[in-house]
């Protein structure tokens, strides 16, 4: 008996061994609005005269996304055997919005960052038919700020808006269960994921106003402390050449922000309409192909290319309270 628990010690790895050890499980999946891999989308958005800053009143107008992100590697091994496995890391991302294709100027719309204390994915690899494993992912601290582009300030400013900014700036917590990491990126993989997000000060909410930027009652937040996120991804085996097809699909529900959503026509008359918070659903979907450095497993050693399309409030900034935005167009992903 003694022999047998020793041989199952033997198993785990060594602390020296799993330090900066890339982990092929723990990561965001495809269908992720805010990833922390690297991602560029070039695509038809629903305009809005609020980000519309030359003011051409198209419906529908080609922007550029560019997400920067990663999950630093701080260990990762087997614990007890090679049944269970553990893996830390510290991911970090940042998205810009871009209008490049404005004539006048090439505005940068919003930026966001996310930061966060270590993550710990705990995972058993239960290898029972369809449930090759299953993953248990906490993450007890992580920010998210975003601050709107500095041309669009600007012009709010000069023609009189009376909120200029919503400091959207909060802390939570993020608790995440996956059945099926995609350990072998190269083989036929289903993999389902429900994420729970909880914020740390509910009562402070996801935003507030500044007296600096605009009239603090003009917002009407509603406690709602939480967004939940439901997401499956597949792909299919990978070729000898290392291509593979990839879809992915995620439905989230999370607050939309109780502000004025603001209006201007085209002689820049401004007008508003109260927007209260409440409850939405949101839709996210990538599909395409991927390759596979069949020479190198770890970051940047997957390629993918496919359509992306969103439908829902808009996922960026202060902007959250645009209900209805819509987004598709050319998804570049580099994991």
């Known amino acids: 008996m003694l022999a047998s628990i020793g041989c199952t010690l033997a198993q785990a790895t060594p602390f020296k061994e799993g330090v900066f050890r890339y982990a092929p499980y723990g990561h965001s999946l495809l269908s992720d609005v805010h990833p922390y891999f690297v991602r560029l989308d070039v695509g038809g958005i629903s305009n809005h005269s609020e980000w519309?800053?030359?003011q051409t009143g198209k419906q529908w107008r080609v922007n550029t996304f560019a997400v920067f992100g990663f999950a630093l590697p701080l260990w990762r091994g087997d614990i007890v055997s090679h049944e269970y496995a553990l893996s830390v890391t510290w991911p970090m991302s940042a998205t810009i919005w871009l209008d490049l294709f404005e004539h006048v100027t090439a505005p940068v719309v919003n930026a966001d960052w996310r930061i966060a204390l270590p993550v710990w994915t705990f995972m058993h690899r239960a290898d029972k038919g369809f449930l090759r494993n299953y993953s248990v992912s906490v993450a007890p601290f992580k920010h998210e700020s975003t601050h709107i582009g500095d041309e669009l300030v600007l012009q709010h400013v000069d023609q009189g808006f009376?909120?200029?900014r919503v400091n959207v700036s909060y802390n939570y917590s993020e608790y995440v269960f996956t059945v099926n990491e995609a350990e072998d990126f190269r083989a036929e993989c289903h993999t389902l994921r429900l994420g729970l997000m909880l914020l740390w000060a509910p009562k402070e909410g996801w935003y507030f106003i500044d007296e600096t930027d605009g009239d603090a009652t003009l917002a009407q937040p509603r406690v709602s402390p939480w967004e939940l996120y439901l997401q499956y991804q597949?792909?299919?085996?990978?070729?000898?050449?290392?291509?593979?097809?990839v879809v992915s699909a995620e439905v989230r529900n999370r607050a939309l922000y109780g502000y004025p959503v603001f209006n201007r026509d085209k002689d820049e008359a401004l007008s508003y309409e109260m927007q209260p918070e409440k409850r939405v659903f949101t839709y996210n979907v990538f599909a395409g192909a991927r390759w596979c450095n069949p020479k190198y497993d770890g970051y940047f050693s997957r390629f993918?290319?496919?359509i992306r399309a969103y439908h829902g409030n808009n996922p960026y900034g202060q902007?959250?309270?645009h209900k209805?935005?819509?987004?598709?167009?050319?998804s570049?992903?580099?994991e």
């Open 52 to 54: 519309d800053w030359g």
């Open 162 to 164: 009376p909120l200029r």
């Open 234 to 245: 597949y792909q299919s085996r990978a070729s000898k050449h290392g291509f593979q097809a």
């Open 304 to 306: 993918s290319m496919g």
């Open 319 to 321: 902007f959250r309270n």
């Open 324 to 330: 209805n935005f819509n987004h598709v167009g050319v």
């Open 332 to 334: 570049l992903v580099f």
